[in-house]
């Protein structure tokens, strides 16, 4: 039996890479029996970097959970919650931030990366300075020994291995040592559709699970293929070409897309027909998606009285843990 804990920030609707980043691992586990899968919407992470716009945070609540939906994430298998209907997410927080020192936390890459990109300097929220603690919490709170998560989170894993180290070596054997599960090689990080590193919402370049039929045919039509590829006949390039970059992941016939790769070096493909190609295979996957998160959206309330339930039986499995963690540190008074 393995139990599963992963989870997103909201601050906004999940997109393509979000999908083949970690959504859709998250599935496939869900559906296998021996998994217990818990999946958690971190507004109070969030909150981390949002503390004076906390509507920005509540409201894509409601919107990670019809993506959670949308991709097949079933509330009957699987424990959806929001991390901030768990305050002893915050308590072990607290405990576990004297296990780790200022200057380790500081040389955390992501949060470097992050504290940098968000031009903080000194200004960093302390609450932000130390989210890699607080996910510490949320991954030993439910006891979880797989993590599905993007490259991006390694880092995480690791201070968390260190944490639950320490805690087990200090007090007693209570936490268990959890595994990173990253994307496979090539799956790590689809690019924009503008070919910049990342889909951000501030780039304007991302896919959006929740997009039209409509908007993702556009958004196809406008990626970034080969800006030397201007005649049909001229030879162009595969290698940074969104398209085919898209194809190499989504695609399910690999063989002809190294067809249409070989045709279009040599000349004599045009970027409409692998555009459209290209958006026939994303509208296979898209649309299932699309009617579910649909029909869901229909009764937001029923979504939130999901999450409710969801929220209270995982209270359940981090309240005791967290009663086993104040008997391994002598604090259990009045038991
Ligand atoms: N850091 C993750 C992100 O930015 C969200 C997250 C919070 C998380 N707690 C977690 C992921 C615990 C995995 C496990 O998307």
Redo the contacts with the bound molecule.
Sequence with gaps: MNTI?????PTGQLHLGHYVGSLKTRKMMQDDPNNELFV?I?DV?ALTDNAKTPDKVSSNVLEVALDYLAVGLDPKKSTLFIQSQIPELSELTMYFLNLVSVGRVRRNPTVKTEIEQKNFGEGVPTGFFIYPVS?AA??TAFKGSL?P?GED?KP?LEQTQEIVHSFNTTYQEVLINPKGVFPEKGMGRLPGIDGNGKMSKSLNNGIYLADSKDTVDKKVMSMYTDPNHIHVHDPGKVEGNMVFTYLDVFAKDKAYVEELKKQYQNGGLGDVKIKRYLIDVLDEELTPMRKRREAFAQDPQYVMELLKEGSLSAEKVAAQTLDEVKTAMGINYFR
């Design positions: 804990l992963t989870g997103d920030r958690m971190a992470q996910q949320d991954i993590v998560v989170q995480m």
